[in-house]
């Protein structure tokens, strides 16, 4: 787990919110009010809800484009819950909160990695990378 991550605020401009992604090499930075979390904003969500819709991230705060409905794990969840949790949501990381909904830290597919099994590792990847069922239509 990564303790006390990078943080943006509501209010911080999406272009410096990218600006911290590309000096700490991360996809993705926790937007926090006070302690606690209020959602995630992610290098793809920059992309989709900003600029391919031609809005100008210098001046846009990342509130209007960063996500609230986050899935997170708490201090004491154990390795297999984070697992299940990454494949069931198709996500590569997980706040840590606390029950006061403060954020406590990351734990990342890499972190993860760290501490699994190769075979724990080698289904996680493979559950979290499937794509849904079915055609998607462009």
Request: charged fraction near 30%; include cysteine; hydrophobic fraction near 40%.
């Amino acid at each position: 787990m990564t303790e006390r991550p990078r943080c943006v605020t509501p209010d911080t401009p999406v272009r410096q919110v990218a600006q911290v992604m590309e000096a700490d090499d991360i996809g993705a930075v926790p937007v926090v009010e006070g302690e606690h979390l209020s959602g995630m904003v992610t290098d793809r969500d920059i992309v989709i809800r900003a600029v391919a819709k031609g809005k100008d991230p210098s001046g846009m705060p990342v509130r209007e484009i960063f996500s609230r409905e986050i899935v997170t794990v708490g201090p004491d969840d154990d390795l297999s819950s984070a697992l299940q949790l990454m494949a069931d949501h198709q996500v590569r990381r997980l706040p840590v909160v606390d029950e006061d909904n403060r954020l406590v830290g990351i734990v990342s597919q890499a972190d993860v990695a760290l501490e699994a099994k190769e075979k724990d590792v080698g289904q996680m990847v493979g559950d979290i990378s499937q794509p849904p069922a079915g055609p998607r239509q462009v």
